[in-house]
């Protein structure tokens, strides 16, 4: 795999999973504990998302930026978070590192939930570029939509079991048991969501 830079730029500003939600499902029906719990949403929802989440995909929409040195072989640039909405700007760096703006028409997104990847139209080419680890740079719009509703309703699921589990377990292991860090149910939506194919 080349070298590359990936940065979330602008994150979701809600999660996938409700504080009210995840209160129905602990059967907490006071606000005692609210900062508790939606502390727990957002760890749940961290420890599986892209970009080296459990399931790997982006749930709401977010902004991206990858930064490298080339196009692969094919003049393709894989977009390693997805599932991918749309290409914000590419720009680079010309040969004397100044840095130039590419027109995002003149390229093709192609992509489905587990992969993604830009080319450029037949009638345009990759510019020369500067010899440095940022020569190119993709901005890029992923997640499902921009609410919990547009996120499969598995992903959501396997949250709010995190959520409960952590909520009940206040540690890794319950003494005399096997540890219970993640339950079994959690795991199967897990392995049913995680990215089929990895860049």
């Not at 970009?51 to 393709?76: E, H, M, V």
């Not at 993709?138 to 396997?158: H, L, M, T, W």
Request: hydrophobic share 40%.
């Amino acid at each position: 795999m080349k070298q590359q830079i990936l940065k979330r730029t602008t994150p979701p500003t809600v999660n996938p999973v409700s504080l009210a939600d995840a209160k129905l499902d602990l059967r907490v029906d006071h606000a005692d504990e609210d900062t508790l719990i939606e502390s727990l949403i957002s760890a749940a929802t961290d420890y599986l998302e892209a970009n080296r989440g459990a399931i790997n995909k982006a749930f709401l929409t977010q902004t991206w930026t990858l930064s490298l040195k080339y196009p692969d072989r094919d003049y393709r640039i894989w977009l390693p978070v997805t599932p991918v909405q749309s290409i914000t700007s590419i720009t680079y760096y010309d040969a004397s590192n100044l840095e130039q703006v590419l027109a995002v028409s003149d390229f093709y997104l192609h992509g489905e939930e587990d992969w993604a990847y830009i080319e450029p139209k037949p009638s345009v080419n990759w510019p020369g570029t500067y010899d440095r680890l940022d020569a190119i740079n993709v901005e890029f719009v992923a997640g499902f939509g921009d609410a919990g509703i547009d996120v499969p309703e598995s992903i959501r699921q396997c949250i709010r079991l995190l959520v409960t589990h952590w909520y009940t377990n206040r540690s890794a292991v319950n003494v005399g048991t096997i540890p219970t860090e993640i339950p079994m149910a959690a795991q199967s939506l897990i392995s049913i969501n995680r990215k089929g194919w990895v860049y």
